[in-house]
C-alpha cells in the first residue's frame, strides 16, 4: 500500500501549490512564493501531511532540469550580444559584490573569521555568497512591465544584466561545486576545474554547432510538431547527464547550455510552451513546494534566525551598491542607477536551484535554507514596491538609444 501513496502525496502537493500559487498571484507577488509557502504548510514545518522523499527529490530535479532548460530557451542570444559592454559589466558586479559580501558574512558568522582558502570551511562559506548572486528575471521583467518601462533605457539595462548576471551566476556555481569536490567532498585543483569547464564549454559549443542545424533542417521540415520538443528535451537531458558524469559539472549547467542552443531556432517560443506545459504542470510546482518540504523550523535558534535576516540585508544592499554604483559610473542619475541596483536585487528560481545543488553537494546545511526562503520572500515583495515609488510621477517610457 506504502507504493501508492506517492499518489497522494502528489495529489497534495500539486494542489496547495496551484491554490497558493494563485492567492499569491492575487496578492501581486510571484506565485514561486505561495508554491513553497505551500510547502511549508503541507510538510513538516506545520502540518505535516506531506515529507520530503527520495520519489519527490528526484521529481524535483526533474523539475530543476526542465526550468533551466526554459530559462536558456527564452534567452535572447542576439541582445545580449547587442547590449554592449556596460550590462555586461553591472551583472559583473552584481555577481563579484554579493559573492564577497555573502562568503565574508558566512565566514565571520559561522567560523568567527575568514576560513582557510581551500579548506571545507572556506568552500561552505564561498557558496552561501554563490546564492546570493542569482538575479530572478521573472519577477524583474514582471514588474517593469506593468509600469511601462520595459523597452526603456533603464529597463533595457536591467533585463539584459539580468540575464548575464544568471549566466555568470551558474559558472560560478559550477566553479565552486566542481572545485570543493561536489557530492564526492575530494578537492580538486583549480586547474583541473577550469579545464573541465573549458572542455565542457568547448564540447558544448562544438556539438551545439551541430546539433543546432540539425534542429534547424527539423524545424524548416516539420514546423510546429511535438517531435521537435521531443528531441530538445531528450537533448537536454543527455546534456545534463554529460555535464555531470563526464566534466563533474551541475546538471543544470548541461540542461541551461541546451536551452541556450536552441533558443535561436525559429520554433523556440513553441518548444518552450511545451516545455512549459510539463513543467507548469508538475515538474516545477513539485521543486518548489519540495523546498517547503525540506525545510523545518525545528532547529531555528535566536543565533539562526539573526543569520537570516542579516543574510536577507547583506544579499539586498549588495546587489543595489554593486549594480548601481556601476551604473552610476556609467554617467547615468543617481535616481536612474538606484533604479537598476533594486531591479537587480530580486532572488527567485534560480537562487533555489543553487542553494538546492549546495545541499545536494554537502555545502550547505538544510537549516539555512529558512533564509534563502526569507530572502525570496522579502525580495519578491519589496522590489515591486520600492520600483513603483522610483518610478512614480514619471509618465514618458524613455527611448533606447
Known sequence: METFNIFKDLALVI?????????????????????????????????????????????????????????????????????????????????????VGGSLLAGFFMYGGL??????????????????????????????????????????????????????????????????????SANNSIGKVLIQILLFFVVVIGAGILVYKLFKLLDKRYPHRRRIPIFGLAFAMI?????????????????????????????????????????????????????????SFDDMTSELLIFSILFVIVALVTKIIG???????????????????VGMMTRGEVALIVASKGLSAGLMDQKYFVAVILLIICSSITTPIIMKLLYRNETEVTAVS
Open 15 to 99: 494542489f496547495a501549490a496551484e491554490l497558493f500559487g494563485l492567492l499569491s498571484k492575487k496578492c501581486k507577488a510571484p506565485q514561486v512564493v505561495g508554491q513553497i509557502i505551500a510547502g511549508l504548510l503541507i510538510g513538516p514545518a506545520v502540518l505535516n501531511l506531506v515529507g520530503s522523499s527520495d520519489f519527490l527529490n528526484q521529481m524535483a530535479e526533474i523539475g530543476v532540469v526542465l526550468l533551466m532548460f526554459s530559462a536558456g530557451l527564452e534567452t535572447d542570444l542576439r541582445e545580449l550580444i547587442k547590449t554592449g559592454p556596460l550590462a555586461l559589466l553591472v551583472a559583473c558586479a552584481g555577481v563579484l559584490v554579493p559573492l
Open 239 to 295: 546534456l545534463s547527464f554529460c555535464a555531470e558524469e563526464f566534466f563533474g559539472i551541475a546538471d543544470i549547467t548541461g540542461a541551461y547550455a541546451a536551452g541556450i542552443i536552441l533558443s535561436s531556432l525559429k520554433d523556440s517560443d513553441y518548444v518552450a510552451q511545451k516545455m512549459d506545459i510539463s513543467s507548469y504542470m508538475i515538474f516545477g510546482p513539485i521543486f518548489f513546494v519540495n523546498i517547503g518540504l525540506k525545510t
Open 323 to 341: 549594480c548601481g554604483i556601476v551604473a552610476r559610473l556609467a554617467k547615468n542619475s543617481w535616481k536612474d542607477s538606484l533604479k537598476v541596483g
Open 115 to 184: 576560513p582557510e582558502i581551500g579548506s571545507a570551511e572556506f568552500f561552505r562559506a564561498l557558496f552561501i555568497g554563490t546564492i546570493m548572486t542569482a538575479t530572478s528575471v521573472t519577477i524583474t521583467v514582471q514588474t517593469l512591465r506593468e509600469l511601462g518601462k520595459l523597452k526603456g533605457k533603464i529597463g533595457t539595462l536591467i533585463l539584459s544584466a539580468a540575464i548575464i548576471d544568471d549566466v555568470i551566476g551558474i559558472i560560478v556555481l559550477t566553479f565552486v561545486i566542481s572545485l570543493s569536490g561536489g557530492e564526492n
